[in-house]
């Protein structure tokens, strides 16, 4: 979990890189859901509507469909969107960078694959994943093929049918429409930095990339590979690099969470820690996760009669 950043750090590092840039930035440190959707309205509109807006994006994911709400409330916005990735911006969050018309990327840059995943749906078997791709799904009949020549149609039917009895069948076609929902999210968003139906083609080659083109959806796309890919994508200025590597740094992860006593003696502890941070220059709310630990006399952790750890979720809007 992270550490608990300081509200003033982070929106002085948002001013030095608005300076830097000559226009209005926003930090976003957090998993693309919906629940991200009203602190991000909430930051946007201190400034309300600009020409120019620079996000400044650090995520490891989301859901598909919260990241085409952010998407389209930034552009609410703002005319011309450029986001920013210092380090991590995988999976849902390489959706989100589509729809900008440029991205300045750092060194230490990460995007990724953004084929779906998702649980499996129905009774389970005890050996079968709990977590399913899209794409392995999908790469199961080349399996087949290739290592076990598997080529004549009845005996491909017998491998479908075998897919069935170890994947719920609603859980693969949940799949397909995953797969079916995140393309066409994808082509949506990638017609701002792409726009014109003279480019669709490249869209569509880019897409196809991301979603099946990988080995794995742990694969690094780096900055170099972005270009080669053919996203609009440029290096980060010396200075903006610095600033970039600074804001990694107030947010790095740390093995626990502060810890504090509540209440008087053997009254219990609470742990707290930030998951997630949306600041700008005169903005910063912050994503609190608490967990009480009830101190009961006689009783030690885990034991009988003794009360579960309460967790607590709230985002916190500095003023």
């Known amino acids: 979990m992270p550490h608990n950043p300081e509200p003033s750090g982070i929106q ?7 300076e ?9 440190h957090s998993p693309l859901t919906a629940d991200l959707v009203p602190i991000l309205y909430a930051c946007l509109r201190r400034a309300g509507h600009v020409d120019d807006l620079d996000l400044v994006l650090s995520t490891s994911g989301g859901t598909i469909t919260g990241t085409r709400q952010i998407a389209m409330l930034l552009r609410e916005f703002t005319r011309r969107l450029t986001i920013g990735v210092p380090g991590r911006a995988r999976s849902s969050g390489t959706l989100l960078c589509l729809s900008a018309d440029e991205l300045v990327l750092g060194p230490l840059a990460e995007l990724g694959p953004i084929d779906p995943t998702m649980e499996s749906q129905g009774a389970i078997p005890s050996d079968a994943p709990g977590n399913i791709s899209a794409e392995d799904i999908r790469a199961f009949r080349g399996l087949a093929g290739d290592w076990f020549g598997v080529t004549r149609e009845e005996d491909q ?4 049918a075998l897919l069935a009895t170890r994947i719920f ?17 994808a ?9 014109g139906d003279e480019r669709e083609k490249e869209r569509e080659s880019i897409i196809d990339r991301l979603v099946s083109g990988y080995h794995t959806h742990d694969d690094v796309i780096c900055r170099r590979d972005a270009r080669e890919l053919g996203l609009r994508a440029v290096d980060a200025t010396p200075e903006e690099e610095e600033i970039f590597w600074s804001l990694s740094q107030a947010l790095r ?25 949306v600041a700008t220059s005169d903005f910063c709310a912050r994503h609190v ?4 630990d009830p101190a009961v006399a006689g009783n030690v952790p885990g034991a009988p009669g003794r009360p579960a750890p309460a967790m607590r979720v709230r985002w916190e809007i500095a003023d």
């Open 20 to 28: 830097a840039r000559g226009r209005r930035v926003v930090f976003v």
């Open 253 to 277: 992860p740390v093995t626990a969470p502060a810890v504090r006593s509540v209440g008087g003696a053997g009254e219990g502890q609470l742990a707290e820690g930030v998951t997630a941070v």
């Open 169 to 185: 069948p609603t859980s693969l076609a949940s799949l397909y429409r995953f797969d079916k929902l995140v393309r066409g999210v």
């Open 187 to 195: 082509a949506e968003l990638l017609e701002w930095q792409l726009p």
């Open 289 to 292: 996760v608490s967990r009480e």
């Open 157 to 160: 039917l017998q491998v479908l």
């Open 12 to 18: 002085a590092l948002a001013a030095a890189l608005q």
